[in-house]
């Protein structure tokens, strides 16, 4: 039988864990939330298992104590090599200038491994938490993000790769002619550019969505119809792995007062038998999984030291990282700038 083809694999990251009771978990470090040595240890941990890239989640909920996603990922940086970082910002209550600058700014500290998960808000106490408009529909919300995407899109090409010349002698730092207004007009946003910062050394970072359009990687849920169209189709999943994962779930839904159900489907089971479910699901024609720890860094380190390696058995996943970027980790080109001359 021929080996299967390499998947792509990455995680998602939240300060508690995916469970609400994981917190207690013996080995949880609640009171080390808010601290860059816990979120550079998550990343490199997440490294050290060879993966594509890890999500920073981020809300803007009355509910949620967390960090700035995209802080945080500036932070780990400089402590990483390979990995791909990939923070959440929330499009609706945002201007697209700011989240364009602030990505590029990750791919240059980066060096080329930055990427954006785009989300919508729909929630009127989200939309309070800013007080200058009302919260859209979901139709509106999505309409909205399609637009604003092509706006950064087009801010990240807006300096072309050698605008910047830096010459003392002349004391010329950037070619104007290579700088290039965007005037973008649409029914949400007017977005005349250039953006202030360099194009970011992937040229565009990864796009990371829960829609296609102009999205590099979909996240999707497992066994619902799939569209295809985006370069990367990742499924999302949350696992509990070891020898008895039911039971430690079943306490953790105990400590939380009643089963606890994320929209994302839960594995419970060994790092083998979820190495059969991957792989299963790859022949339905998914490039990847992004895997949510039940419980950090319990989870994560099952996914790292037993899940890993046993793919690598299966010549199903990397020994090694081959990239610098993480657009070249998942092999995808370095697209033509759009404004540059042929």
Same mark, same amino acid.
């Not at 979820?274 to 299963?280: F, G, N, Q, R, W």
């Given at each position: 039988?021929?080996?299967?083809?390499?998947?792509?694999?990455?995680?998602?990251?939240?300060?508690?864990?995916?469970?609400?009771?994981?917190?207690?978990?013996?080995?949880?470090?609640?009171?080390?939330?808010?601290?860059? &040595?816990?979120?550079?240890?998550?990343?490199?941990?997440?490294?050290?298992?060879?993966? !594509?890239?890890?999500?920073?989640?981020?809300?803007?909920?009355?509910?949620?104590?967390?960090?700035?996603?995209?802080?945080?990922?500036?932070?780990?940086?400089?402590? +990483?090599?390979?990995?791909?970082? /990939?923070?959440?910002? +929330?499009?609706?209550?945002?201007?697209?200038?700011?989240?364009?600058?602030?990505?590029?700014?990750?791919?240059?500290?980066?060096?080329?491994?930055?990427?954006?998960?785009?989300?919508?808000?729909?929630?009127?106490?989200?939309?309070?938490?800013?007080? &200058?408009?009302?919260?859209?529909?979901?139709?509106?919300?999505?309409?909205?993000?399609? !637009?604003?995407?092509?706006? /950064?899109?087009?801010? %990240?090409?807006?300096?072309?790769?050698?605008?910047?010349?830096?010459?003392?002698?002349?004391?010329?730092?950037?070619?104007?002619?290579?700088?290039?207004?965007? =005037?973008?007009?649409?029914? %949400?946003?007017?977005?005349?550019?250039?953006?202030?910062?360099?194009?970011?050394? $992937?040229? $565009?970072?990864?796009?990371?969505?829960?829609?296609?359009?102009?999205? =590099?990687?979909?996240?999707?849920?497992?066994?619902?119809?799939? !569209?295809?169209?985006?370069?990367?189709?990742?499924?999302?999943?949350?696992?509990?792995?070891?020898?008895?994962?039911?039971?430690?779930?079943?306490?953790?839904?105990?400590?939380?007062?009643?089963?606890?159900?994320?929209?994302?489907?839960?594995?419970?089971?060994?790092?083998?038998?979820?190495?059969?479910?991957?792989?299963?699901?790859? !022949?339905?024609?998914?490039?990847?999984?992004?895997?949510?720890?039940?419980?950090?860094?319990?989870?994560?380190?099952?996914?790292?030291?037993?899940?890993?390696?046993?793919?690598?058995?299966?010549?199903?996943?990397?020994?090694?990282?081959?990239?610098?970027?993480?657009?070249?980790?998942?092999?995808?080109?370095?697209?033509?700038?759009?404004?540059?001359?042929?």
């Amino acid at each position: 039988m021929p080996a299967p083809s390499p998947l792509h694999l990455a995680v998602a990251l939240d300060g508690a864990g995916w469970h609400p009771a994981a917190w207690r978990e013996p080995d949880a470090r609640p009171r080390e939330l808010f601290s860059g &040595r816990y979120w550079t240890g998550l990343v490199q941990e997440a490294e050290r298992g060879l993966l !594509d890239f890890v999500t920073f989640e981020d809300s803007l909920g009355p509910g949620a104590t967390r960090l700035d996603a995209v802080l945080v990922a500036a932070r780990v940086a400089p402590r +990483t090599r390979h990995i791909g970082l /990939v923070p959440t910002a +929330t499009v609706t209550h945002t201007e697209p200038f700011h989240i364009s600058k602030a990505i590029a700014t990750l791919d240059h500290v980066s060096t080329g491994r930055a990427g954006w998960q785009v989300r919508v808000s729909t929630d009127p106490a989200e939309a309070a938490h800013f007080g &200058r408009r009302a919260a859209p529909t979901p139709a509106e919300a999505w309409q909205e993000a399609h !637009d604003y995407v092509e706006v /950064v899109r087009a801010l %990240w090409d807006s300096w072309e790769d050698d605008a910047e010349i830096r010459d003392a002698a002349t004391g010329r730092f950037v070619d104007r002619d290579k700088l290039h207004r965007i =005037d973008f007009e649409g029914k %949400w946003f007017s977005v005349r550019g250039p953006s202030i910062t360099p194009r970011p050394p $992937q040229g $565009q970072p990864l796009v990371a969505a829960d829609f296609a359009g102009s999205a =590099d990687l979909v996240f999707v849920t497992p066994g619902e119809p799939v !569209d295809f169209s985006a370069p990367h189709v990742f499924g999302d999943l949350v696992v509990f792995l070891d020898e008895r994962p039911t039971d430690r779930k079943a306490r953790l839904d105990e400590l939380h007062g009643s089963p606890y159900e994320p929209q994302a489907p839960v594995f419970t089971g060994t790092p083998a038998q979820l190495a059969d479910l991957l792989l299963e699901w790859q !022949d339905a024609g998914l490039t990847g999984f992004r895997l949510r720890p039940g419980a950090i860094p319990h989870d994560l380190t099952a996914i790292t030291r037993l899940l890993v390696p046993e793919l690598v058995r299966r010549g199903a996943f990397r020994e090694s990282y081959q990239a610098d970027t993480l657009r070249g980790l998942l092999g995808l080109a370095q697209p033509a700038n759009r404004y540059q001359a042929v």
